[in-house]
């Protein structure tokens, strides 16, 4: 098999190996984007107001703080 016989095989090969890198970068993107949606639907659903990492009753959402410290009298 001569070098201009192959030629042909190997732009087949180049060009085979191009459109899998593709497909495989654009089936990644998607899985990514996917698990990000996810990620943020589950966020959303479970969101609520926090106050240095614990969940915030009414009353320090209206005083601001959960400090007695800083009881409005």
């Known amino acids: 098999m001569g070098l201009l016989e192959m030629v042909p095989l190997l732009l087949r090969a ?5 459109t899998l890198v593709v497909l495989d970068s654009v089936v990644a993107a998607v899985l990514v ?7 943020a639907a589950t966020l ?3 969101e609520r107001p926090t106050y240095i990492g614990r969940p915030m009753n009414r009353e320090v959402m209206r005083r601001g703080s959960d400090s007695p410290a800083q009881t409005s009298w």
């Open 14 to 18: 180049i060009l085979g190996s191009a």
């Open 44 to 46: 959303t659903l479970m």
């Open 33 to 39: 984007e996917l698990i990000v949606l996810a990620g």
